[in-house]
C-alpha cells in the first residue's frame, strides 16, 4: 500500500550533524502518522520521534528523551525528515522510517511499532 524510502544516512564524528530524509509513496491517502525507529542489533526497534500527520498537516510531535533537544522530525508532502545533531555514538543505528494508522484511521502511540503499518528498510547512521 505505501512505500517507503528513506535517505540521508552516513558516518560522522561525535558532535555532528546529519538530516534524513524519508520519502513516502503508492496509496499515502489516510496516512495518520509517521516515525523513525532506531534497530541495532540485540535489541528490539525502538521509537526515535514521531509525529501526526493527520489532514497532511503536522501535530504532536514525540521524542525519546534521549534524543531531545538534539534531534527534530518534520512532515511535509508525504515526506519526512530527522534533522539530528549533537550526535552520540550511542544514536548509532538503522534508522528505519515508518507510516501508517490503526483500523480507526488515527494513531494513538507514536512511541510503539503497533500504529505503524508501512516500513522502510532503512539507512545507517553510525557516529564515532
Known amino acids: 500500500h505505501v512505500q517507503l524510502v528513506e535517505s540521508g544516512g552516513g558516518s560522522v564524528q561525535a558532535g555532528g550533524s546529519l538530516k534524513l530524509s524519508c520519502v513516502a509513496s503508492?496509496?499515502?491517502?489516510?496516512?495518520?502518522?509517521m516515525g523513525w525507529f532506531r534497530q541495532v542489533p540485540g535489541k528490539q526497534r525502538e521509537a526515535v520521534a514521531g509525529?501526526?500527520?493527520?489532514?497532511?498537516?503536522?501535530?504532536y510531535p514525540y521524542y525519546d528523551d534521549s534524543v531531545k533537544g538534539r534531534l527534530t522530525i518534520s512532515y511535509e508532502k508525504n515526506r519526512v525528515y530527522l534533522e539530528m545533531n549533537s550526535l552520540k555514538v550511542e544514536d548509532t543505528g538503522m534508522y528505519v522510517c515508518?507510516?501508517?494508522?490503526?483500523?480507526?484511521?488515527?494513531?494513538?502511540?507514536?512511541?510503539?511499532?503497533?500504529?505503524?503499518?508501512?516500513w522502510g528498510q532503512g539507512t545507517q547512521v553510525t557516529v564515532s
Open positions: 515508518a507510516a501508517g494508522k490503526r483500523s480507526d484511521g488515527r494513531c494513538y502511540q507514536l512511541r510503539r511499532r503497533t500504529d505503524y503499518g508501512a
Open positions: 509525529i501526526v500527520t493527520d489532514g497532511g498537516v503536522p501535530s
Open positions: 503508492g496509496n499515502t491517502y489516510g496516512t495518520a502518522c
